[in-house]
């Protein structure tokens, strides 16, 4: 099989050998799960807009009652910088800085995803004590089916980033190591452009003067 | 640390980076100082969100339009167009079950 006509992206390069080759219909399969999850989130983002509206709130507590700018700002700077971050490891990957350079990149990356949970967790709890809880009206139903399906992408991608990190240390850097590490890649990047969905609808859209 | 396609692929993420993090600071800031309101700032902060996904697409998850084997950008855009007959169909129905109750 030629290399040289290999999808020109997200790939490891042509002197990985297998694992470039290998990453062709590996990435494009796990494309294929994003997308069915894109539509998870795109028809859970409809049934948000559905509700969110006065009739939808029932009279209950609101966005402006619940939502704190600050701490939704700083989750998204968390998220945007652990994309980059993922990307440094990325490289590192493709152009063989060693294990050391991935793992490093990889746990500046696990520890902004951890630290972008715990933010989270503290607004969740912030807003069941404003009341604003899923069985509220329907709003919050819709509010906490979204938000935190998100969360939950968050929480599986960093375990999923420390398997990945004690596979590198147990397997070494074999070519499904590789691969499995693009893929993750993938799914990071992806989670970090939901959100951009999220603090753009459900935040700013909440917040809105 | 000399190798020249590192470098320029680092600063392909970082150019990345500075326009996502300009697509975050405008809403933000338009909502935090309330410089705008109304529909205008809906749909501003609409346009701002898809011109920041089109970023992350194109410098994180390396889609383009060139011309490829992997065909990333169909699937993406097939799975839009079914995304959006089912969300846009949602919204529609349900605001008018909406205005005529």
New interface residues.
Partial sequence: MSTS??????NLGDHHGEAHEGA?TI??GF??FL??D??IF??V???Y??VA?P?GMAGGPGPEDAFD?ASI?AQ??IL??S??TF??AT?AM??E?GRAAIARWLGVSLLLGLVFLSLELRDFAHMIEAGAVPQHSGYWSAFWGLVPLHGLHVAVGCLWLMVMLAQMATLGLIPVVKTRLLRLG?FW??L??IW??I???VY??G??? | MT?P??SK??RF??A??GL??TL?LV??AL??W?L??GRA??IT??V??VA??VV??RF?????L?R?????LQ??LF??L??AI??IG??WI??NL?TRM
């Fill in positions: 006509n290999l999808h020109p992206g997200l062709e990435v494009f494309w294929i997308m069915s894109l539509v795109g028809l983002f409809a049934s807009l559905t509206n009739m700018l700002f998204t700077m945007l910088t994309s980059l990307g440094f490289l493709r152009h800085r993938l990047h992806f970090d452009l951009v969905a603090f753009s609808i700013l859209g917040l809105m003067p | 190798d396609d590192h692929e680092a993420y970082l990345g980076f996502a993090l975050t809403p933000f909502v935090h309330a705008m309101e700032l809906a902060i609409a701002l969100a920041q996904i992350h697409l994180f998850l390396h889609i383009d060139s490829q084997k992997r065909e990333d699937l993406i799975t839009v079914l995304l089912m969300a949602t919204l349900m605001g909406a």
